[in-house]
């Protein structure tokens, strides 16, 4: 296929996702508060002349010779953050440049893969000829999972055959992601006088059961993601020392791999324990792309890398294949002083950009 070219080059593009991500930084955008973000995400693609459409706080747009019998290819990330933690010595929303880097909220998670995704946009927008569509979602309440964001956005957008999911990857292919399973419990018990015998002390009961669990082994190991990952994540009982409580609860975290469905994970979990088990949601369930994807060969092509992801993403409510790649490192992300190279921004760019060059 002929080389594309675009009408931007390659220091325009940076000096664009680079400005872009100033102005998003200057401005908070919490989950469920990211209006004023997507005004801003309106008002860049408006200056490029590129239509774009709105529902709710997600903003999205097709390529200018979009054409309806042709499946699609999605970039999608987000634009919501979480709120800065306790140990920032900066201010998260004034963009600082120094060293190569930029740091404030939500600058590698996931500003860096916003604004790239945004310029390579601009890159194919007036493409002739492409195989696929290209269309651009930016989308909100990713950090918490809500049901406004992707998720609520995706029936509306025409046929998407493959779904780009912007994270902080280092550029690499996260091609397999766990799901998220979150359990609530509670073992019964008889309160008591603690100065008397009791074979009924809920929080034993409990402590014996959570160590079941706890050394418990699924039998199915993903080739992708290792074991499922069961983490005790909180616990409660009793409010005085003289007094064995009627109950203990607890919380498990369980990170599912793609040899299972979060409900069958939880029908495994629930078997092998005796306290009531309540699943928060069934909703974010594992993903994987093929290894002969298309997409996932020309990454290899030239010289990428990929892996199997243990931390959640958007990936898990979309309704499609998808693969996870993006700017920045996700040890990064929810960090005090948060970061990103401008060096990656520019490879991110440029990364998308050669990959997609070999599928559209």
């Known amino acids: ?136 979602a930016l989308t909100a309440e990713e950090e918490i999972s809500g049901f406004d964001g992707i998720e609520a956005l995706f029936p509306q957008l025409p046929n998407i055959e493959l779904a780009i999911v912007g994270e902080p990857t280092q550029m690499n292919l996260a091609i397999a992601e766990k799901g998220l399973l979150v359990i609530d419990g509670e073992m019964k018990g008889t309160p008591f006088h603690a100065a008397h015998p009791n074979n009924d002390n809920s929080i034993v009961k409990c402590m014996e059961d959570l160590q079941n669990i706890l050394n418990f082994k699924f039998p199915k190991v993903s080739d992708y993601l290792g074991e499922v990952k069961i983490t005790l994540s909180g616990i409660h009982a009793g409010v005085q020392h003289n007094v064995v409580p009627e109950s203990c609860t607890f919380t498990l ?18 078997s092998q324990m005796k306290s009531t088990l309540t699943a928060r949601s069934f909703r974010l369930n594992s993903s994987k792309i093929e290894i002969d994807h298309p997409f ?46 401008i060096k990656e921004i520019e490879e991110g760019i440029e990364i998308y950009i050669e990959i997609l060059e070999k599928v559209l």
Request: proline share 4%; charged share 25%.
């Open 253 to 270: 975290d369980v990170r599912v791999t793609d040899e299972y469905s979060n409900k069958e994970a939880f029908e495994i979990i629930q």
């Open 1 to 136: 296929m002929q080389e594309l070219k675009s009408v931007y080059s390659k220091e325009e593009l940076r000096d664009n996702a680079v400005e872009l991500l100033k102005k998003l930084i200057e401005i908070p955008s919490f989950s469920k508060d990211e209006y004023n973000t997507s005004l801003e995400i309106e008002n860049f693609f408006k200056k490029h002349q590129i239509p774009t459409k709105r529902f709710k706080n997600n903003i999205w747009a097709v390529n200018k010779n979009f054409d309806v019998f042709k499946p699609s290819i999605l970039l999608n990330t987000h634009h919501d953050t979480v709120k800065p933690n306790k140990a920032y010595t900066l201010d998260p929303f004034v963009p600082i440049e120094k060293d190569g880097k930029l740091f404030g909220l939500g600058s590698n998670d996931a500003g860096a893969s916003l604004v790239s995704m945004a310029q390579v946009f601009l890159h194919f927008y007036e493409k002739e000829n492409l195989q696929y569509n290209l269309v651009i």
């Open 296 to 341: 996932v060969k020309a990454g290899l092509e030239i010289g990428r890398t990929t892996y199997g992801s243990p931390t959640s993403s958007d990936q898990a409510i979309i309704p499609c294949t998808s693969v996870k790649l993006g700017p920045g490192d996700s040890t990064r992300s929810h960090t005090a002083d948060e970061y990103i190279y």
